[in-house]
C-alpha cells in the first residue's frame, strides 16, 4: 500500500510537470508509465528542468512581496483590486472579449484541472511565466521566487483558493506520431464532436456559431483559428492542447470534453495531429 501511494504521489508531480510545462513526450512517458504503474520505476523529474521545485513557501510575508510585483507590472491591466479594471484594461479590449481576468471571480481558463474546478498553483506559475500570446506579456524576466510571489498574491484575491483541492483532468496515453492515419482518425473525432461549429471547417475560426459566441462576461469572444498554432493562449505543444481539449477554457466559450472522451482519451492525440496539420504559419 505504501508503495502504491508513494508511485502515485510521484505520478502526480510529473504530471502536473507535464501539463504545466507542456514538454517532451520522454517526460510524458516516464510519468505516463508510473501513472498506469505499468512496472516501470518511478522516476523524479530531473531538477533543471522543473521550476517548481525551487518553490518557496507560501506566507503572508511572500504574499506581500508579491503584492509590490503586481503594483509594478499587473496593475495597469488587472487593476488596483484586481478586478480587471485597470487603465490599460480600456485600450486593450474595450468592447471584445478578453478583457484581463478579474482575480476575485475565481474564474480562469488555463487549467490542467476540471471545468469548474480551480486551477493548480503551478497553472498560474505557467502563465504568468509564458503569458498570453496577443494578450499579456510574459514574466520569464522575473526569478523563478517572484513568480511564484505573483502566484501567491492573487490567490490571495479569491476566497474560492482556500482549502482548494482542485481535481485534475486525467491524461491517458502519450503523444502519438502524426502518420496520414492518425491525422485521419483525428478528423473524424474533429467532425463527430462538431468543433467546425465553432472553429469552421478548415478550422479558421469561422463555424455557424463563431459570430455568436460571448464570454461569461457578456463580451464578444470569437474561436480560435486553428491554422495558427502560434495564437494558442494555452500553449501549442501537445500536452497544452490536451489540457485545452479536455479541461476547456473556463469562462470563455471553449467547452470542456473531459467527460465526452471517457474511456477514449486515445483520440484526444488523433485530434491533437488533426489540428497540428491545420497549421499554415
Ligand atoms: C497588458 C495587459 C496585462 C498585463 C500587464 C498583465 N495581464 Fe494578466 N491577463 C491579461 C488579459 C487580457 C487576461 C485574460 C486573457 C483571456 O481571458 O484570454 C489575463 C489573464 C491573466 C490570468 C488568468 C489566466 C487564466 O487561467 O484565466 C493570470 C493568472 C494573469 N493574467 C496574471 C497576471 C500577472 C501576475 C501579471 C503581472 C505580473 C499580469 N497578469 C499582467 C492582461 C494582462
Ligand atoms: C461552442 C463553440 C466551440 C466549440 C464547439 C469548440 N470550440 Fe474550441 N474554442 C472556442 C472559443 C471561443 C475559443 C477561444 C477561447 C478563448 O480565447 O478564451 C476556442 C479555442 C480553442 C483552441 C485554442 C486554445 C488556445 O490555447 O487558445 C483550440 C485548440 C480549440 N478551441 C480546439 C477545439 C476542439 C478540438 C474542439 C472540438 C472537440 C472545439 N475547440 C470545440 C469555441 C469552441
Same mark, same amino acid.
Given at each position: 500500500?505504501?508503495?502504491?501511494?508513494?508511485?502515485?504521489?510521484?505520478?502526480?508531480?510529473?504530471?502536473?510537470?507535464?501539463?504545466?510545462?507542456?514538454?517532451?513526450?520522454?517526460?510524458?512517458?516516464?510519468?505516463?508509465? =508510473? @501513472?498506469?504503474?505499468?512496472?516501470?520505476?518511478?522516476?523524479?523529474?530531473?531538477?533543471?528542468?522543473?521550476?517548481?521545485?525551487?518553490?518557496?513557501?507560501?506566507?503572508?510575508?511572500?504574499?506581500?512581496?508579491?503584492?509590490?510585483?503586481?503594483?509594478?507590472?499587473?496593475?495597469?491591466?488587472?487593476?488596483?483590486?484586481?478586478?480587471?479594471?485597470?487603465?490599460?484594461?480600456?485600450?486593450?479590449?474595450?468592447?471584445?472579449?478578453?478583457?484581463?481576468?478579474?482575480?476575485?471571480?475565481?474564474?480562469?481558463?488555463?487549467?490542467?484541472?476540471?471545468?469548474?474546478?480551480?486551477?493548480?498553483?503551478?497553472?498560474?506559475?505557467?502563465?504568468?511565466?509564458?503569458?498570453?500570446?496577443?494578450?499579456?506579456?510574459?514574466?520569464?524576466?522575473?526569478?523563478?521566487?517572484?513568480?511564484?510571489?505573483?502566484?501567491?498574491?492573487?490567490?490571495?484575491?479569491?476566497?474560492?483558493?482556500?482549502?482548494?483541492?482542485?481535481?485534475?483532468?486525467?491524461?491517458?496515453?502519450?503523444?502519438?506520431?502524426?502518420? =496520414?492515419?492518425?491525422?485521419?482518425?483525428?478528423?473524424?473525432?474533429?467532425?463527430?464532436?462538431?468543433?467546425?461549429?465553432?472553429?469552421?471547417?478548415?478550422?479558421?475560426?469561422?463555424?455557424?456559431?463563431?459570430?455568436?459566441?460571448?464570454?461569461?462576461?457578456?463580451?464578444?469572444?470569437?474561436?480560435?483559428?486553428?491554422?495558427?498554432?502560434?495564437?494558442?493562449?494555452?500553449?501549442?505543444?501537445?500536452?497544452?492542447?490536451?489540457?485545452?481539449?479536455?479541461?476547456?477554457?473556463?469562462?470563455?466559450?471553449?467547452?470542456?470534453?473531459?467527460?465526452?472522451?471517457?474511456?477514449? @482519451?486515445? @483520440?484526444?492525440?488523433?485530434?491533437?495531429?488533426?489540428?497540428?496539420?491545420?497549421?499554415?504559419?
Amino acid at each position: 500500500m505504501k508503495i502504491r501511494k508513494h508511485v502515485q504521489r510521484i505520478s502526480r508531480t510529473a504530471l502536473t510537470f507535464i501539463l504545466a510545462t507542456g514538454m517532451s513526450g520522454t517526460v510524458i512517458t516516464t510519468a505516463l508509465a =508510473a @501513472e498506469g504503474g505499468m512496472g516501470a520505476d518511478a522516476i523524479p523529474l530531473p531538477i533543471e528542468l522543473s521550476p517548481f521545485k525551487q518553490r518557496i513557501p507560501e506566507n503572508a510575508a511572500n504574499v506581500e512581496a508579491g503584492r509590490a510585483l503586481y503594483e509594478r507590472s499587473c496593475i495597469w491591466c488587472h487593476g488596483v483590486n484586481g478586478e480587471g479594471k485597470g487603465p490599460v484594461a480600456y485600450f486593450l479590449s474595450r468592447d471584445t472579449a478578453p478583457h484581463p481576468r478579474d482575480f476575485t471571480s475565481g474564474i480562469y481558463k488555463f487549467r490542467s484541472t476540471l471545468s469548474g474546478e480551480m486551477p493548480t498553483d503551478e497553472d498560474l506559475f505557467r502563465t504568468i511565466t509564458r503569458g498570453i500570446p496577443g494578450f499579456m506579456p510574459g514574466f520569464r524576466g522575473y526569478s523563478t521566487e517572484d513568480r511564484w510571489r505573483l502566484v501567491y498574491y492573487i490567490k490571495s484575491l479569491s476566497p474560492d483558493f482556500k482549502d482548494a483541492e482542485p481535481e485534475l483532468i486525467k491524461v491517458v496515453g502519450t503523444p502519438i506520431p502524426p502518420t =496520414a492515419a492518425s491525422v485521419q482518425r483525428g478528423y473524424q473525432v474533429y467532425q463527430k464532436f462538431k468543433c467546425w461549429e465553432c472553429h469552421g471547417g478548415g478550422g479558421a475560426g469561422n463555424g455557424k456559431k463563431a459570430g455568436t459566441l460571448k464570454d461569461d462576461w457578456g463580451f464578444r469572444l470569437p474561436p480560435r483559428d486553428l491554422r495558427r498554432p502560434s495564437s494558442f493562449k494555452n500553449g501549442n505543444a501537445p500536452a497544452d492542447l490536451y489540457r485545452t481539449i479536455m479541461a476547456g477554457l473556463d469562462g470563455g466559450a471553449m467547452p470542456s470534453y473531459s467527460d465526452f472522451f471517457e474511456g477514449s @482519451e486515445q @483520440e484526444v492525440w488523433d485530434l491533437i495531429n488533426y489540428i497540428n496539420s491545420l497549421a499554415a504559419e
